[in-house]
């Protein structure tokens, strides 16, 4: 009997009131706020549920209505229906605190008062500074019920220690299992497909793993430069905004052994061996396996753009990275001896994210040699688009034994129907809902941290600056030997 499908009758959220931190900021405006949208057009809201906005701003109430609806109208693809928009706004309130005022939490406990037992969200979508504070004026305040959670924002700390230094104050308020610590590229559709791929399907697993696999590749690439948030930037740099998190946690995703389950520590006590795998880098590898980039000027898409120290709000002698190819190891049997080469940066040739993953070259080849092209290669795409590409090799038509490679393609747009779920619409719905799968787990943290400082150290202790690269290039050139230097070209240079 043909099983129904249950892809279109998407379960209801319980009754919720979720309190966001940071109301009038760019992430709430331009993300949360559109994505919390959608899924009340989706249909997903339950009788109760509140959004109660939070910033210091004291703008009435219909105010900050029409703010949200029109940055709302930007930033949504298909725009905003005006009857759904007016439902949608029903839910959505104002109230104007300042986070480090106690007694301004008043206001929040009177709104929050008749609906003691529903699940209770507080997303802190403000600078980290704040994090302990808003914990510790809501607890003070009574707001924190069994039912409540917490969700934090990157960038969970500088360093592990002051990642320590969050975790420790935000645990004093809520249990590990109320915490939830957004990596948002956790909840793009394609990683989950790579779940889906990996444990969904009998036919990779046997393939994955050394001896099969050469190497792996993960970049992660954006054309825009630091736009408004230079100074944040500066503080930052590349290693800290996207190796740390989103580039470590997409590795983990790829080479993690299949968890027993779904349950959410099932999965991130796979995640954390893979990260405790990675063989540190001391000072002395650093030097041979990292890259450190910083772009100067040049054209993007065509159109001239500054290079990074020209940029807004950046010292002229800034030595922040804006990219970072590296070689990591994972020293486990599944795992020895096959590189894995994590890259990103800012004003890169495209904006894409992508897992390359190469399979060994045939061990003897029946065909002349000319012909054998590249070895079979699988990409997983996060964007611009979502797909998976397997690239085999087949024979070219005609007379004459000749190969050729071709891919095989699944364009995700193309094959479902179904609107794709923005990440943060799956991740707001996930916290609703209490599941924590998609979401990093404290240990992780500390340990991605402790493998990132080293890295840090080094370069502070070196004179050495980053390497100019020109923007619109693919970052400088010692990132093509690092990788060229074992025999592999990255994807797209090849
Ligand atoms: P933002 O535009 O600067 O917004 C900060 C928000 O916090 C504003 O609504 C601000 O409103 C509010 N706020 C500041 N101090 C406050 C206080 N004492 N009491 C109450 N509200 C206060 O920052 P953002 O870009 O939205 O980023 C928010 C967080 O998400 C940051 O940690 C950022 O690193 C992280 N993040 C952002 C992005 C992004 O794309 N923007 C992506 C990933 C992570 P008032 O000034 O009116 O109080």
Not at 430 to 442: A, Q, S
């Amino acid at each position: 009997m043909a099983s129904r499908d249950r892809s279109k009758t998407p379960t209801q959220l319980p009754d919720f009131d979720l309190v966001l931190f940071g109301g009038t900021g760019d992430l709430a405006l331009r993300k949360l706020l559109p994505a919390l949208y959608r899924r009340y057009v989706a249909g997903l809201f339950p009788t109760h549920a509140r959004i109660i906005s939070v910033a210091r701003s004291s703008i009435q109430r219909d105010d900050y209505l029409t703010q949200v609806e029109h940055s709302s109208r930007n930033f949504l693809p298909q725009g905003l229906d005006a009857t759904r928009w007016r439902a949608f706004s029903r839910t959505l309130d104002y109230v104007g605190l300042d986070a480090t005022h106690p007694a301004d939490y008043a206001k929040l406990a009177a709104k929050l008062a008749d609906r003691p037992a529903q699940v209770r969200v507080f997303f802190l979508s403000t600078a980290p500074a704040l994090f302990e504070t808003i914990c510790r004026n809501l607890a003070a305040a009574d707001l924190v019920t069994p039912g409540a959670r917490v969700v934090l924002e990157k960038p969970l700390g500088q360093d592990r220690v002051s990642a320590e230094h969050i975790n420790q104050n935000v645990g004093a308020i809520f249990p590990e299992r109320q915490i939830y610590r957004i990596d948002h590229y956790l909840g793009k559709e394609a990683v989950q497909n790579l779940l889906a791929l990996r444990f969904g399907n009998a036919l990779f697993e046997p393939l994955w793993r050394r001896g099969l696999i050469s190497h792996v590749q993960i970049t992660v690439g954006e054309q825009i430069g630091v736009e408004s948030r230079g100074a944040f930037y500066d503080h930052t740099g590349a290693l800290r905004d996207m190796v740390q998190n989103h580039l470590l946690q997409l590795l983990c995703i790829m080479a993690m052994e299949p968890p027993v389950s779904n349950h959410p520590d099932a999965v991130r006590d796979e995640k954390l061996k893979v990260l405790r795998a990675l063989r540190p880098l001391v000072a002395r590898d650093v030097a041979s396996n990292v890259v450190r980039g910083q772009y100067k000027a040049g054209a993007v898409n065509g159109l001239p753009v500054v290079g990074y120290l020209e940029e807004e709000g950046i010292p002229a002698d800034s030595a922040t990275e804006t990219f970072v190819a590296l070689k990591a190891q994972i020293d486990s049997w599944r795992w020895a001896g096959v590189p894995f080469y994590l890259r990103t940066g800012k004003r890169l040739a495209e904006q894409s994210a992508d897992i390359v993953i190469h399979f060994q070259d045939v061990p003897h080849s029946i065909f002349e040699s000319s012909d054998t092209v590249t070895a079979n290669r699988l990409v997983i795409s996060l964007q611009p688009r979502d797909s998976i590409t397997l690239t085999i090799l087949a024979k070219n038509p005609g007379e004459t034994m000749r190969l050729r490679p071709v891919d095989l393609r699944l364009d995700m747009a193309d094959t479902v129907r179904t609107p794709q779920l923005d990440a943060y619409e799956r991740l707001l719905t996930d916290v609703i809902k209490g599941n924590l799968t998609l979401f990093m787990r404290r240990d992780e943290l500390d340990v991605a941290w402790r493998w990132i400082d080293p890295i840090r150290d080094a370069w502070l202790q070196s004179d050495e600056r980053p390497k100019a690269y020109t923007a619109g290039s693919w970052g400088p050139a010692a990132a093509s030997s690092l990788i060229g230097r074992d025999g592999y070209a990255w994807h797209g240079e090849l």
